[in-house]
């Protein structure tokens, strides 16, 4: 199983990026989706997911400012995030994994991309 992640770099504040987790060896139409970001200093937070079934969860903090969704026909996931903020700034993981019983686990691991937002 392997989940490439691209999509990073550098944006100024307020600024748009979107990224990319293709898998190979597992179908995003049979496993939750979600990402992650590790901030220098602090630990992994999940920042969302979106389910089998097409339902998205999101930490507050970036409620109304991110979007994940999949593309099964290319077996894809997305991070689109809009307006970032300095405090965005972080290595993002995308990972796939199940939610059950309103609870979020994950499976496999992608590895990171550097997102760095200019004040």
């Known amino acids: 199983v392997q989940l490439q992640a691209s999509g990073g770099g550098l944006v100024r504040a307020g600024g748009s990026l979107r990224l990319s987790c293709t898998a190979s060896?597992?179908?995003?139409?049979?496993?939750?989706m979600g990402w992650y970001r590790q901030a220098p200093g602090k630990e992994r937070e999940l920042v969302g997911h979106v389910t089998i079934g097409g339902r998205t969860n999101y930490l507050d903090s970036v409620k109304g400012r991110f979007a994940i969704s999949v593309d099964n026909a290319k077996n894809t996931g997305y991070l689109q995030m809009n307006g970032l903020k300095p405090e965005d700034t972080g290595v993002y993981y995308c990972?796939?994994?199940?939610?059950?019983?309103?609870?979020?686990?994950?499976?496999?691991w992608g590895q990171g991309t550097q997102v760095t937002v200019s004040s």
């Open positions: 990972a796939a994994g199940k939610y059950l019983d309103n609870t979020w686990s994950t499976e496999y």
């Open positions: 060896g597992i179908s995003f139409s049979m496993r939750a």
